[in-house]
Structures are given as C-alpha cells and as structure tokens.
C-alpha cells in the first residue's frame, strides 16, 4: 500500500506542477521577440487631465492572459488628431494594416519607455493643445512586425482615468511557430499522459510488497527427522 500511495502522491505533484509551471512555460516564448498572444494593458496619465503645453507623466502596464507581466517590451505612445470613435480607427491592428495606419501624421510621439519594473513602462511628454485625440500604443518588440492599440484621451478636458486596451498578436515565422506550438501542446500533453499513467498503472512490484507484508513468518521446525 505504501508503493501505491507514494505513486498517487507522485501523480498528483506533477499534477500541481504542470498547474503551476504552465503559465511560465507558455509565457516563455513571449518573452522573447514576438507576442504569440494578445497582451492586455491600460494606460496612466498625470496629472489627469493632461494640461495643454505642460509636462505629463505616461504610465504603461502590460500583461498576457495568464496576468504574467510582459517584460523587455518595446513600447511608446504617438497622438494623433483624429476622433477615437471614428470608425476608421481600429481598436487594434498588426501587420500591414499597422503599416497604413501609421502612415496618418502624428501631432506627438514619445520615444520608447523605459521599463520602470516588471511589464510597466513609463515616459514623459508636452500636452498638446486642448482637444481629443486618438492615442496609439505601439509595441514594436518583434522586429518585423508590431502591434497597436488605439483609444481615445481628453486633453485639457475631464479625467480619463485608467483606460484599458489589448494589444493584438503578432505574426510569427514558421521556427517560432513551431517552438510556440510545442510548449502550448507538446509539454502539457506529455505531462498529461504521464500523470495518468502513473495514475491507473497498478505495477506488479507495490502487489508484491502488499503480498509480502500480509504473508504469515514461517514458523521454526520442531524436531529432526
């Protein structure tokens, strides 16, 4: 019985691992150059609201869905005089799409945000005039590639207070699909067949120790023949 108890317990740790280990092994990939998931984030200003042609702090933090922070991104902010509810302004865009919305002249853009702790990016900037505008939040990490999410902030106005956005996916070539695909899959499958075999498996050594600790000692000779 020992054998099979240690086995469950076994079963069971790895178990609680693959549980715990899981969003550190899915967030691995995304550390690296590419976003292989959406990138949840919201954004900070102060003072809120900003004062037209005065000092604004920005503040950006980002995490994937698993609320793993998002680390060594490249991040950084670019107003643009559009309404935010126009509909010509996606939410969120990558790729080429990325590409022609970018091509819309600017009235501001902050160079890239040093990150201030894990997946929080910070900066400073003027307020331009008074006024609403379309604010896209670039994370230009994959060098190929980029995503962007656009939301609407008050210059001058009432408070914007927090404002939450998603960054889109980026593309990612073939070799990077691949590594993706095999920690996604490849790993929690393994450790799935693993964790039910040693699960159901009832191995002849645990029925021999069960046997042997149940069986009676042999009882001495009691004469010579």
């Known amino acids: 019985m020992r054998v099979k108890r240690t086995r469950r317990h076994l079963a069971l740790t790895l178990a609680l691992s693959v549980a715990t280990l899981g969003p550190g092994l899915l967030g691995a990939p995304q550390l690296a150059r590419a976003h292989a998931t959406l990138v949840i984030g919201d954004l900070q200003l102060s003072p809120d609201p900003p004062v037209p042609g ?3 702090s ?3 933090s980002l ?3 698993l609320l793993v922070a998002v680390e060594k991104a ?3 902010v670019e107003f643009r005089e559009i309404d935010p509810e126009d509909p010509f302004v996606p939410a969120s865009i990558t790729g080429s799409e ?4 970018l091509e819309l002249p600017s009235v501001l853009a902050t160079e890239y ?3 201030v702790a894990d997946g929080v990016y910070a900066g400073t900037f003027t307020a331009p005039e008074e006024g609403r505008y379309t604010v896209s939040v670039r994370d230009t990490t994959f060098r190929d590639e980029e995503a962007i999410a656009n939301i609407g902030v008050d210059i001058g106005r009432g408070a ?3 404002i939450a956005f998603v ?3 980026t593309p990612i070539g073939p070799r990077s699909l691949g590594t993706w695909l095999l920690w996604i899959i490849g790993i929690p499958l393994v450790a799935g067949l693993l964790v039910t075999f040693l699960a159901l498996r009832k191995p002849a050594e645990a029925e021999a120790v069960d046997a042997g600790s149940e069986a009676p000692e042999p009882e001495p000779p009691t004469g010579i023949i």
Do not use: G, K, Q, T
């Not at 990325?98 to 919305?101: D, I, L, W």
């Open 98 to 101: 990325a590409r022609e919305f």
């Open 113 to 115: 945000l040093p990150e």
């Open 58 to 60: 920005v503040r950006i």
């Open 160 to 162: 914007n207070n927090d």
């Open 167 to 169: 960054l889109p996916p």
């Open 54 to 56: 005065e000092a604004v």
């Open 74 to 76: 490249l991040v950084r």
């Open 63 to 65: 995490v994937d869905p």
